[in-house]
């Protein structure tokens, strides 16, 4: 193993616990998390001075349960980001394995396209995007996926060019091994270990950038309790009430660590040569 | 000799460039009372030519400091002369002015009726008619230079608002207007105003200095810099570090925290309107009056004062503004049981209802609070948010189907403020159609006998509020934070009027 | 490209309805679609746009009435700065990071290193961003919370813009740093008794590089990008505000502008970050 083995067991629990979290929401959130009560607004967390026990993690600007809503908000979060990262990986992967093993004329054409996608500044294409489309879940994870298929795409189409002039590809090729089955077993298994490991950098960042958008305004409909829509309310409250932007921001930075430590560990399993 | 030399663009824009790096250097050299006082807003300042702005703050403050107009709007609504010193209506379609003798631009070239007649009529052409109200809301027809220092507005109909129209028609220098190109005119603006402009960092300052030949004495601060911080905590947090003077934007439930050794927080009651929109091109149960008038009786709009406002406003009482407004109008009561029957009456009951808002600050609080009310009575609300540019297209094109988060003009003018409802006001937003209204509020504008007029407007603000057009809610607080050296009294309809700050000590 | 963007910004809606005030009549606004020449065919206004972009000349914008080019390059400068003070201290930080963490594998400094760069990667940016405000600028007073005035302003938004690319290249260089010792070539080296600096230095470090320079690239414009969200906490005054507001006001000169210069930066740099590629490994051969 290249990391610290107990990381990836770390990593292995924090996911499990988010996706736990997301699938049991009905059954473990206290209240409803669209529930407001105005007259309850802005309590702090229980072990404050005057914090109630009906509100663990305290009350938001409007009086609704911040534990509830951190609960209920891990769907979103985490549905769109394995969404986007995956949708974001077939896509890129697929073209930067073409554009590397072939070249010519199918490198030029995918190199253009990732080149113009780059040209685009993500964040301006974003805001662009969903502020004239609106911010559903579909618009949203599509968005997302456009800002990371190009790591992928990036990244195997380098690998690709640099192990597709070694020997072992050139002696299949050279036996007449079919161009599918050369991509699919001399090709893509060398390529298997960075795209793990952008994949696990891009759902933390697929999560991580959904926060930022929400933040901006521009990401999900902010009316839908999801962890990047309790940061941007609470950004006004950081020094006043802590709790409300706090605790969304604990949850994204304990799922995207979960989610990285996973990665690595999973990159050092798959690499065929740290395992011979 | 004027004091902007033409130059190009380029030279003036390192000359602009050179000035701010000479400005920002010496910070801690300067003598404490020589510090300038910083204004900081969320919004950009995006131009500064004196026939296009865009809003009060921070780009009409900015405008207002660098130009004079013929009167200048009190806070309370009267009328005070600056470059008129007095004005009649001669005739009913014509209104005279005298000016005043002796002003110079801040390049040298002097004030008469030319320069009016020049600026007015610049305010006539696109691309300035677009942003400039003057022609269309007094019917202006021609402007006349009478002599040296007196100049005629002829309207095409007699009109009461000649005043409260003129109040925002600013005079910049002539000669530079018409010789230079638009965009340097744009960048650099040149009146006679309590201040000059010095330099413009766009997207992060405007500077300017006080104009020691003003035709009022210079004003008392002598540097001001405009500032824009869109983050309302970094605000804050620089109002409390002493680096900046006033703080524009703040929320109820970040005055508490604004106020420390250096800072101190003033709220005004402000004039903008606060309500829910309610569309009349939109779902049938809306255009049932007792709907609406359930709407207003299920929302406890003095519950939400009293937390997510901190108490710190009025629950609204008429679309008209204070002082003008009819004093017996009263808020609706909250009281769901009687919502209930009204629905009920009106055989609409647990409809889906669109509750729609901008990213206005406070708007997704408010709708969300309005939404939980509405469902306590059985309606299905159904948030949507929606980003500004959209938000602006859709309250154009009429286009929200339910109701939606809004506010209206900080206004002090009855017949202005009513106008907005009639059927072919442009910026009638929910789309109300109703000819006996368009007729009182049309009658009223055309009377010029005050005391009839008066009866007219009174008769139309009180048809109006009945008719429940709006879910009413209350007067956005203006809440400023202002640092504790600084002597000013904020103003209810956004402007910031530096030149009447004074510093302590 | 260009397009593109042409396109999309015109089915986005009309910018007149946002460039007037509510109450301005129709006369005026028929009169302004005149002055902005958005009564032409939009194929007309496309050519147009291109015959003037190739001259250097990238129109009027809308709402701030001055020529795109002095805009969009007058705030680019900005962004700029913080990205590259950004991306200096991310290379230097992750760089050293990374070798540091790769040369102690498994030891405490890389269980350290390991442990910053995963919960570097973990805080959303904007989020620590205020905290940073909160601790240095009103707790601690020794830092300025916005603007960009004096020489110390770009301190803060900077470290804020910069962890995550810190984290990221340090992650990498540990990790293919990690490879690179382990290959053949380098036992091979070891075996032959080279002086392990050298080693290190010549074949090691080298080789590690091939994929910094990839991400180093990518994570500069990724930089300029991410500017966007720290440039709006910082009251920095960058391209990313003055894209924010050319979307919001369907001013479509600017947008257009924007996008283009921002475009042409980043062929640039990703020309660069191809040169670069094969100035490390002569194995890629650029056609």
Known sequence: MKGFPWFGAVGALLIAAAIATAVLAPQIAPARPTQLDLRARLAPPVWVEGGKPNHILGTDNVGRDVLSRVIWGSRISLSVGAAAAILGMVLGSTLGLLAGYFGRWVDAVISWLINVQLAFPFTLLAIFLLGTVGGGFGAVVVVLALATWVNYARIVRGQVLAIRSRDYVLAARSIGVPTGRTLWRYILPNTAAPIVVVASFSTAQAILTQAALSFLGVGIDPSVPSWGAMLNEGRDYLQSAWWIAVFPGLAIALTVLGANLLGDWLRDWLDPRSVA | ?505 | MSFATFMVAQTTGDPITLLVPANATEAARAALRTHLGLDRPVPVQYALFVLHAVQGDLGSSFVYKQHVLDLVVNRLGATFELALVAFAIALVLGVGLGVLAALNRNGMVDLAVTGFTMIGLAIPPFWLGLILIIVFAVRLQILPVSGSDTAVSVILPAVTLSLQSTARLARLLRSSMIEVLEADYIRTARAKGLWRCRVLWVHAFRNALIPLVTMAGLELGDLISSAVVIEAIFAWPGIGRLAITAVEQRDFPLLQGAVLVAAICFVVINLVVDWLYTRIDPRVVLR
């Open chain 2, 1 to 505: 000799m004027t004091s902007v030399p033409m130059m190009n663009r380029r030279q003036l824009g390192q000359g602009a460039a050179a000035l701010a790096v000479l400005l920002g250097l010496p910070r801690g050299s300067l003598a404490a009372d020589a510090k300038p006082v910083v204004i900081a807003s969320e919004e950009d300042v995006s131009t500064l030519d004196p026939h296009l702005i865009r809003n009060n703050h921070p780009i009409g403050s900015v405008i207002w400091s660098v130009f004079d107009s013929l009167v200048r709007r009190n806070a309370d609504g009267s009328h005070e002369p600056r470059l008129a010193l007095s004005w009649e209506q001669a005739e009913p379609t014509r209104w005279r002015f005298k000016l005043r003798p002796n002003v110079k631009f801040h390049n040298g070239e002097a004030f008469d009726a030319e320069a009016v007649v020049f600026n007015f009529n610049r305010m006539n052409v696109s691309p300035y008619n677009a942003e400039s109200q003057l022609w269309p809301g007094t019917n202006l027809s021609k402007v006349v230079a009478v002599d040296p220092m007196t100049v005629d507005l002829v309207t095409s109909e007699p009109t009461i608002n000649m005043l409260y129209w003129l109040e925002e028609a600013f005079v910049g220098a002539p000669k530079y207007l018409k010789d230079t190109a638009p965009d340097v005119v744009s960048a650099n603006p040149v009146g006679s105003g309590p201040y000059k402009f010095v330099s413009w960092r766009q997207g992060d300052r405007v500077v300017l200095s006080a104009n020691p030949t003003y035709w009022n004495g210079a004003p008392p601060i002598k540097g001001v810099v405009f500032r824009d911080i869109p983050e309302l905590s970094s605000r804050i947090n620089e109002l409390k570090a002493g680096s900046v003077d006033i703080a524009v934007g703040l929320t109820p439930d970040t005055a508490g925290g604004a106020k420390s050794g250096n800072s101190r927080v003033v709220a005004v009651n402000g004039l903008r309107k606060m309500h829910m929109g309610i569309s009349f091109t939109g779902i049938a149960p809306l255009k049932d009056k007792r709907i609406r008038q359930a709407l207003n009786h299920a929302v406890d709009v003095q519950t939400m004062i009293d937390t997510l406002q901190g108490g710190m406003t009025k629950p609204l009482a008429s679309i008209v503004n204070p002082p003008n407004n009819d004093p017996s109008l009263k808020p609706f009561a909250y009281n769901a049981d009687k919502a209930k029957a009204l629905l009920k009456e009106a055989g609409h009951e647990g409809f889906e209802l669109q509750v729609a808002y901008g990213r206005y600050p406070g708007a997704k609080e408010v709708s969300e609070a309005v939404a939980s009310y509405l469902e306590a009575i059985g309606l299905k609300p159904k948030l949507e948010a929606y980003e500004t540019g959209r938000f602006e297209e859709m309250l154009k094109q009429k286009a929200f189907k339910g109701i939606y988060y809004y506010g209206w003009a900080s206004l002090i003018n009855p017949s202005v403020e009513l106008v907005i409802l009639t059927s072919d006001a442009v910026d009638n937003s929910n789309g109300y159609n109703n000819p006996d209204y368009d007729k009182m509020v049309k009658t009223a504008s055309v009377t010029l006998d005050e005391t009839k007029r008066k009866v007219l407007l009174k008769q139309a603000e009180d048809f109006i509020w009945d008719e429940c057009t709006w879910v009413y809610l209350w007067y956005l607080p203006e809440i400023y934070g202002l640092g504790s050296r600084l002597n000013y009294p904020p103003r209810p309809d956004d402007y910031i009027e530096i030149y009447r700050a004074t510093l302590t000590g």
